[in-house]
């Protein structure tokens, strides 16, 4: 998939194990997000775990998109002191975490914390110098 200009405000690093990426607030930055995370999974033979981690970013980039306003970062680590897992981050620059809630059947969202949770090994936030960073584990298989 190629990338228009606009989508990807900048690269800030996809050598060796460790990629960054960050996106306008914009609703094009959630398909960009998927396609970038899809290719650079792809690049270190991490197909196995592309799918769910392209869906969980999409769900927290989406997020991001709801409530905060301004760039929204994306990074994959994938250090050897996790025990063979990936390390994926969504940054924003809204301070409050997000809130896991249940949603109702009819609800068209407020899934996807859940989904987060439900999917990964471990997740959680921190506060950064400038708003959050949702973070998830996701098993690799060895």
């Not at 050598?15 to 930055?29: I, L, N, R, V």
């Not at 033979?45 to 392209?54: E, I, M, S």
């Not at 970013?57 to 994938?78: C, D, K």
């Amino acid at each position: 998939m190629r990338l228009l200009a606009w989508e990807v405000i900048g690269v800030i690093d996809t050598d060796g194990d460790c990629a960054e990426w960050t996106f306008p607030a914009e609703p094009g930055a959630v398909r960009a997000a998927r396609a970038v995370v899809r290719g650079k999974l792809h690049g270190w033979h991490l197909d196995c775990v592309a799918d769910l981690a392209a869906l969980l970013v999409s769900e927290l980039v989406t997020n991001a998109l709801r409530h905060a306003t301004g760039p929204i970062g994306v990074r994959l680590v994938r250090p050897a002191g996790l025990g063979g897992g990936l390390l994926v981050e969504v940054s924003d620059p809204l301070p409050d975490p997000p809130r896991e809630r249940v949603a109702r059947d009819e609800d068209e969202s407020g899934r996807g914390l859940q989904l987060v949770a439900g999917s990964s090994r471990r997740w959680g936030t921190r506060p950064g110098t400038s708003g959050k960073t949702v973070w998830f584990e996701l098993a690799v298989p060895g």
